[in-house]
């Protein structure tokens, strides 16, 4: 299959290495030259500054979009009246109105639209998935996570930091990952509450997002994004009635992944205690472009698609209207 990427920064970059066979026709960025850049590895691909030009092309089966926040779902869109299938980067958009219509749009015009929401891939996460279905945690009861870094010298400089551009801070950036995770265990979230807040960073977008989500039968998710963590920290527990779950690292910075399955036995007391490490490169961008063209072959819906992206966008949109922040203005 033929494909494009649009935005070929570090994500667009990433992507490019995961296409598995499939052919790089065309890479497509505002600042031409990274375009250029990574148009030059891969034999009889061009480059250029307008999307538009790359999906009217009648040889693309699918696109890439890797671009800032307030571009997705406009060439989402596009992509979809284009009838070519796309994957796109989470959030899909910078507020839920964005959003609202495309899925009706895709499945009008039989289009397949993944969001990726790759944090779902990870060797950890797929075998945590593993253990829950199998039934062995019992009725699962609540779920505590927290994600975040330090930002770096200039990051309330950055196009994160311009709500035009990104639609919001922190809670949209690694927060949508915590919310997207935590309904992929728990299901819909019925209630929601939580507050978002900028403490450190002179910006006018949040730095810290804090949540309270609640399931129709009153399972709880509390999560905590920031970029005021300083130490990059990822932490994802998820409990049932016959044990816990717990997910810790990412790999590079953020430390080894690890899952620890902690079995409650009879007698309750000390758990039976199981670990997974996972040292390796991770692989869940590889994993999850393979799934992604799996489905093109298979006219399958994706498992993580725009209904998962509205799903977490209302969550996000709900907290930044209970905090005072109206970025959809």
């Known amino acids: 299959m033929n494909t494009v990427i649009i935005g070929c920064g570090l994500i667009g970059q990433k992507r ?62 596009g992509c979809i009246e284009a009838g070519k299938h796309v994957l796109v980067e989470k959030p899909a958009a910078r507020h839920v109105n964005e959003l609202k219509d495309l899925c009706a749009l895709a499945n009008e015009k039989k289009v397949l639209v993944r969001v990726g929401f790759n944090h779902r891939y990870h060797r950890a996460f797929q075998k945590a998935r593993e253990v829950v279905d199998s039934g062995a945690l019992g009725p699962l009861m609540f779920l505590r996570a927290r994600y975040g870094h330090g930002g770096r010298i200039g990051y309330d400089k950055e196009w994160r930091a311009n709500p035009q551009l990104s639609g919001g801070g922190e809670l949209i950036d690694q927060g949508v990952h915590l919310i997207d995770l935590s309904r992929w265990f728990l299901g819909d979230f019925t209630e929601v509450d939580g507050f978002a807040r900028t403490y450190f ?5 949040d730095d810290n997002g804090f949540m309270l989500l609640k399931t129709a039968k009153k399972q709880a998710a509390f999560l905590h994004a920031s970029c005021t963590e300083w130490k990059n920290t990822f932490s994802w527990e998820l409990y049932g009635r016959d044990g816990k779950l717990q997910v810790d690292g990412l790999g590079g910075s953020y430390g080894v992944e690890r899952l620890t399955w902690y079995k409650m036995l009879p007698q309750m007391g000390p758990p039976e205690t199981t670990s997974w490490e996972y040292p390796t490169e991770d692989n869940s961008w590889a994993v999850e472009m393979a799934e992604f063209l799996e489905d093109i072959r298979l006219a399958r819906q994706p498992a993580a698609g725009l209904t998962d992206a509205l799903r977490a966008m209302e969550v996000v949109d709900t907290i930044y209207r209970k905090s005072g922040y109206d970025y959809s203005a």
Do not use: Y
């Open 16 to 77: 490019a290495k995961t296409l598995q066979g499939c052919h790089l026709i065309a890479c497509v960025d505002t600042e031409i030259r990274r375009a250029e850049q990574l148009a030059k590895n891969h034999d009889g691909c061009i480059a250029l500054a307008d999307w538009r030009q790359a999906i009217e092309r009648k040889d693309v089966s699918f696109v890439i979009i890797a671009t800032t926040h307030n571009m997705l779902a406009n060439i989402v869109r």
């Open 201 to 205: 960073w002179n910006m006018p977008v």
